[in-house]
């Protein structure tokens, strides 16, 4: 089974300092790994995500994630954080495609980030 | 314009009513999705259509039964409401046959209130 774990409830960073939230997964096999963004209120939004290749994935709105296949993470991180970026962050798993197997994506708990001005 | 649009956004209803959420996609995508969204913001995967064809249906009451008219809209037609149905539900959407987004698509979400 797959699953995800994001340690950390909160995080508070001060707008212009870097930020990180930390992703670590289990999964059997090669994983595919994503993090999405909600606002109060909406809907989740796309930021990134890793399939293959380089293991440093930009996204959008300057956020950007390193796949680490040893440590089994995926932390997502900005150089510099706007006040703009509060709001709830997943981290999601799932496993390579093959005839069979589900298609769901499994996330984490979530990460509130707030970021003071 | 949009993407994954679901209706209503807001549910109230009373315990033991029966109730629709509907979803329709526009991206010409070929997989659709449920998930909840508990008091706690943590979600859970609750059905998945390919081409109109149930592909997962995980553990939730049989009160609950997924409709897919056609490959762009799947319905969440909920029966007898409880207080602890009460959450928000997400409508997503991904394009699994090649070639694939990977990517899945979610809607703005209903949120539902069982009084």
């Known amino acids: 089974a797959q699953s995800v774990a994001q340690p950390e409830d909160q995080v508070n960073v001060a707008e212009g300092n870097p930020l990180t939230v930390k992703c670590t997964y289990s999964?059997?096999?090669?994983?595919?790994l994503f993090w999405y963004v909600q606002y109060p209120n909406r809907g989740l939004q796309f930021l990134l995500k890793y399939i293959t290749g380089d293991n440093l994935v930009k996204g959008s709105y300057g956020f950007e994630a390193e796949f680490n296949k040893s440590q089994t993470s995926f932390h997502l991180k900005k150089p510099s954080a706007l006040v703009s970026d509060s709001a709830l962050y997943f981290c999601?798993?799932?496993?390579?495609?093959?005839?069979?197997?589900?298609?769901?994506?499994?996330f984490g708990s979530g990460t509130q980030l707030t970021v003071l001005p | 314009d949009t993407a994954v649009s679901q209706t209503p956004k807001y549910l109230v209803t009373q315990m033991g009513n029966d109730k629709s959420i509907k979803c329709e996609q526009n991206l010409g995508h070929d997989t659709m999705y449920w998930y909840k969204q508990d008091s706690k913001k943590f979600l859970k995967i609750m059905f998945s259509y390919n081409n109109k064809e149930l592909i997962i249906n995980e553990t939730v009451p049989n009160r609950f039964s997924p409709k897919s008219p056609d490959k762009a809209h799947l319905n969440l037609h909920i029966n007898s409401l409880e207080l602890g149905d009460s959450a928000v539900y997400f409508c997503?959407?991904?394009?699994?046959?090649?070639?694939?987004?990977?990517?899945?698509?979610f809607g703005p979400g209903t949120r539902l209130t069982v009084l």
């Open positions: 999964v059997s096999g090669n994983p595919y």
């Open positions: 999601a798993v799932r496993d390579r495609p093959r005839p069979g197997s589900a298609r769901q994506l499994t």
């Open positions: 997503a959407s991904s394009q699994e046959r090649q070639p694939s987004t990977d990517t899945q698509y």
